[in-house]
């Protein structure tokens, strides 16, 4: 069959549940585009490494980084711009802060607002895991693979200290809404100790992920059923009032409330592992977007 202007096969799943703390989601993909066309990804709390399993046809917008091949994406506290052509495959593994600090055994502040290649990340084990996806037979041989590849590797690596772990989940969970001088206490922390500490270790400091956490919320509520107003929504996620809501949603993700939900059905921004405008999988579910990929 003849390439279509543009066609695209997503398949996405759980990863093993021993993996939650560590692992969001996987995320198959196979597209073809026959002109180019650019792609956002939202500022997010995890990290993404996209796996290429051909030579992708991807290129950085000025001002924006984006490694060649097989990018590993830090905690970004701003949107990363790109553009694609042609044809490519690959998968996408997130990451929570947790997991990315076991896995390669780094303060996360060297990936923070910046890429790097996979295999200039993690090494001789890159290749082999890319090889290995290359050589699988279909998408879910290549989800089973991940599972055990990164049981074996993240198991017995060391994790974030006891207060940052503890830390990251309270401000998470509470979605940006508690203060800094809290969270210290709560980790029996000064406030200077624990923002420093935080941003070595996650990447972004603790009040920048609490945005993003804040905006994550929103943008749940602003694409599920019965969606509030603007301005209700604006309260119920503890913003000064919708002009603050609007200038958040722009500095994160490029784009206002208003603006995404007229996007509908489109790929040009990525939101992983949070919410698609697809939409992606809630926990422990599949979901094949387009044509199956096998």
């Given at each position: 069959m ?23 989601f ?10 180019p ?6 500022a997010?709390?995890s ?6 399993l ?8 000025t001002?924006s ?8 994406v830090?905690l ?13 495959q690959?998968i996408?593994i997130?990451l929570?802060p ?13 990936l923070?607002?910046t890429?790097?290649?996979f ?10 895991l ?13 989800f ?16 974030l ?6 830390s ?15 969270l ?36 749940r ?23 603050h ?13 208003t ?11 990525y ?22 990929l096998?």
């Open positions: 003849a390439p279509t202007e543009h066609d695209e096969f997503w398949k996405t799943r759980s990863p093993d549940r021993r993996l939650a703390p560590w692992v969001s996987y995320l198959a993909f196979r597209r073809t585009t026959a002109l066309e650019t792609r956002r990804i939202a997010l709390n990290i993404v490494v996209v796996i290429d051909d030579t992708p046809g991807r290129r950085p917008v001002g980084p984006l490694a060649d091949h097989s990018p590993v830090g970004s506290s701003k949107p990363m711009t790109y553009e694609r052509f042609g044809s490519e690959g996408i997130e929570t947790l997991g990315a600090r076991a896995l390669f055994g780094l303060p996360l502040r060297h923070a607002n890429t790097v290649g295999v200039d990340l993690f090494g001789i084990r890159a290749r082999h890319t090889e290995e996806l290359q050589e699988a037979p279909d998408t879910d041989h290549r089973r693979i991940l599972d055990r590849r990164l049981l074996g590797w993240i198991l017995d690596r060391p994790e200290t006891r207060p940052l772990d503890s990251w989940r309270h401000l998470t969970t509470a979605t940006g809404n508690i203060r800094v001088a809290d210290a206490d709560r980790a029996g922390l000064t406030r200077q100790h624990l923002t420093t500490s935080f941003h070595r270790e996650i990447g972004l400091p603790p009040k920048t992920v609490g945005r993003i956490a804040r905006c994550h919320r929103a943008i509520l602003l694409t599920g059923r019965n969606p509030p107003s603007l301005a209700a929504l604006a309260a119920l996620c503890g913003y000064a009032d919708q002009a809501l609007n200038r958040d949603f722009r500095l994160l993700i490029g784009s206002t409330p603006a995404l939900l007229r996007s509908g059905n489109s790929t040009d921004l939101l992983g592992s949070l919410i698609s405008l697809h939409p992606m999988p809630n926990t422990g579910t599949n979901l094949e977007l387009g044509r199956p096998s």
